[in-house]
């Protein structure tokens, strides 16, 4: 599912253990925004880790932990996510919610200013580990036998670390994403 991916290691009734990883899209290069001006450029990075899905009536709960197999930002983090599908016929809507902490590591890296990198508009920044919300609603709208209509919204509110950067400007992120398959 775009940049993650996931392989069935292990299943027990209604547990489920699988090998994770996810390309993290993070970073920046210099000539993105004149924030980054005269700072080191920061690139994406592979994570992996493991998930256990367990499927109750109640809904579906999840943990996974990622960790940086690249050393790009060398950090980690810990998801915990609780959902719940509704099922109308075709269509299926699918509302929740996800806390993840972020390792120091990690949020320094993509949301710290390094000594060399302060100026009189850039303060020096150190990271420290931090927790995000997200709250978020999937749909799937089977038409046919062959077509499946889907769609993606959450908003992910930002811990204190990272709101506090001075390389971000806003308290969390919005996210939309239609598919045909």
Known sequence: FGTHFGY???????????????????GYKEDDDDIFMGMEERSGALDLG??????????EFSVQYLSDVTSEH????????????????????????????????LVDHYYGVRATEANA???????????NVELGLQSSWQVGKHHNFIGYAS???????IKDSPLIDKSGNLNFVLGYM
């Open 8 to 26: 069935k290691l292990l299943a027990f009734d209604d547990i489920e253990f699988s090998f994770v990883g996810q390309y993290r899209l993070d």
């Open 50 to 59: 493991l998930s256990v899905d367990y499927n109750t009536d109640f809904g």
């Open 74 to 105: 060398e950090g980690n983090e810990l998801s915990l996510t609780y959902a719940k599908t509704f099922h109308f016929d075709d269509y299926q809507l699918k509302p929740y919610v996800t806390f993840t902490q972020l390792s120091e590591d």
């Open 121 to 131: 508009s850039r303060a020096m920044y150190l990271g420290d580990s931090t927790s």
């Open 155 to 161: 908003y992910t509110a930002y811990g204190a670390e």
